[in-house]
Every structure is written in C-alpha cells, then in structure tokens.
Antibody
C-alpha cells in the first residue's frame, strides 16, 4: 500500500523559509510517477504548488515559482518543499501527492494526510 | 491560464437521489487531463475519477465522470450518506510549462 507522510515545522515566522519533507513508502520516488505538493488555506480550496520527477525536472505554479524549490532524495525515498519569504498568506495545510501513472491521464492518486503550517510571529 | 468554475457552489440533496456536479473550463483542454476528488472535513482529498472518466481504485460505480472540451460533469447516481462532502475538479494545462488548476469546489450537503 502506497503511503505518503508530510513532516516539518508547524510554525514558521514571517519572512523565513518553510521546509517540508514527504516520506514515501510502498512505492519509489524513482518510479515513473511525478510527485506534487498541494496546499489548502484554512476554509478554502486546493492550490497546486509544484511537481517533480526523479529525472530532475520540476515545474511550479507561476505565482509561486520565485519562492519555491522542490527537490528529491532518492536514497531516502522522499521529496521536499522549500518556500522562502513566507507571509500569513502561506498559512495552509500542505499535502504531498503522487500522480497517477497511466499514460495520457492526470490525477493525484495517493495523498499524505497533510500538515498545517502557520506563518506567524 | 485555465480557470475551472464549479457549479453549483452548494448542492442540497437526499440519500438515494442523483447528484450532478458541473466543472466548466475557461478554455478547452484534453478530457483525459481532468480529475475529480472528494474531500471530507479534516481529511486529504480522495481521487474519484482520473483521465476524465476512469474510476480510481476502490471507487464505487455510482460515481461517473464525463464531458469534453470545456464542460465536464461528475455524476453520483444514487447518493449514499457517506457521499456528502466537498468535490473538486482538477486539470493540467500546458503553457510555457505544465501547471495544474483546481476548481473552487462544490459542497454536497443533505
């Protein structure tokens, strides 16, 4: 059974860097799948942050591209999110997710339970 | 950038009834790039439909996805009590680089 688990500080000071990791079990981050980060501000909808493939390619939402980096550690079977210069607007539940592997289709088939990150002093 | 608009914002129905949820895109895209999710309070989203019309593993056949171009629909044929939740549509678009967009959600309530 594929499982994802987010980990990282629940509180980040404004202007500092948010860092999260997603540990994957039951699958390998070096499989053919892409892997994404998605966030959800309290009481609001879902926002895609970015994705990465083990080949090294990463894509980001244009509105966050200047502040976000996604990286992957194949040896630890995990991938990570760094977001710089956080503000209160970055307060959200952050999810990691796996893309479906069926060619020509899209969807995120496995999700972590999510972790709440609050940007506050 | 593709904008996905879901309607209605809230849908009030009873168990046993049929639910029809709409997702309209601001521009056309490949139907197999559309997915639907269910989210209950305090939980991560759950994939229902991927590739526009394929049910994810373990999803009951009362859930079905259809549509093409700019208009897509999630249908729940006979509502069960556990189906009352928020539903999101989701697509990938290609521009300068790939990106993904979610609709704002439809709340299905009793």
């Amino acid at each position: 059974q594929v499982q994802l688990q987010e980990a990282g500080p629940g509180l980040v000071k404004p202007s500092e860097t948010l860092s999260l990791t997603c540990a994957v079990s039951g699958a390998s981050v070096s499989d053919i799948n892409w892997w994404s980060w998605v966030r959800q501000p309290p009481g609001k909808g879902l926002e895609w942050i970015g994705e990465m493939h083990h080949g090294g390619t990463a894509n980001y939402d244009p509105s966050l591209r200047s502040r976000v980096t996604i990286s992957m550690d194949i040896s630890k079977n995990q991938f990570s999110l760094k977001m710089t210069s956080v503000t209160a607007a970055d307060t959200a539940v952050y999810y990691c997710a796996r893309h479906v592997s069926v060619p020509g289709t899209r969807g995120f088939d496995y999700w972590g339970p999510g972790t709440l990150v609050t940007a506050s002093s | 950038e593709v904008v996905l608009t879901q309607s209605p914002g809230t849908l009030s129905l009873f168990p046993g009834e049929r639910a029809t949820l709409s997702c309209r895109a601001s521009q056309s895209f490949k139907s197999t790039y559309l997915a639907w999710y269910q989210q209950k309070p305090g939980q991560a989203p759950r994939l229902l439909i991927y590739g526009g019309s394929s049910r994810a593993t373990g999803i009951p056949d009362r859930f079905s996805g259809s549509g093409s171009g700019t208009d897509f629909t999630l249908t729940i044929s006979r509502l069960e009590p556990e189906d009352f939740a928020v539903y999101y549509c989701h697509c990938q678009q290609y521009g300068v680089s790939p990106q993904y967009t979610f609709g704002q959600g439809t709340k299905l309530e009793i």
